[in-house]
């Protein structure tokens, strides 16, 4: 069973910086793209950033391009998300996801990744 558990979400004030974290365990498994989601209060689980496993290639969702940073340490199985300039709207409970079943995809499709984690809650006063 593979496991995914988030961590470092917390309370920052706007224009601050957090770095959230997604570590792997359980059982050896290779995956083609690790993701980061977010749900807002009242809204629907939106696609934040993902990056590929072959090649490192990173996707942006266009509100966190230029603020967020994801990055993978292999040797730890862990992802990371870089927040800076953070705003209100980011405001969220942030979620990692991996894909182990498709190569390729739009990696920005909830319904392509199978496993998640229980996510984190990042809040960001104005």
């Known amino acids: 069973q593979v496991q995914l558990v988030e961590s470092g979400g917390g309370l920052v004030q706007a224009g601050g910086s957090l770095i959230l974290s997604c570590a792997t365990s359980?059982?050896?498994?290779?995956?083609?793209?690790m993701g980061w989601f977010r749900q807002a209060p009242g809204k629907e689980r939106e696609f934040v950033v993902a990056?590929?496993?072959?090649?490192?290639?990173?996707y942006y969702a266009d509100s966190v391009k230029g603020r967020f940073t994801i990055s993978r340490d292999s040797a730890q199985n862990t992802v990371y998300l870089q927040m800076n300039r953070l705003k209100p709207e980011d405001t969220a409970v942030y979620y990692c996801?991996?894909?182990?079943?498709?190569?390729?995809?739009?990696?920005?499709?909830?319904?392509?990744?199978?496993?998640w984690g229980q996510g984190t809650q990042v809040t960001v006063s104005s």
């Open positions: 990056i590929s496993w072959s090649d490192s290639s990173i």
């Open positions: 996801a991996a894909n182990t079943n498709i190569i390729g995809g739009t990696r920005a499709t909830e319904n392509e990744y199978d496993y």
């Open positions: 359980g059982r050896t498994f290779r995956w083609y793209t």
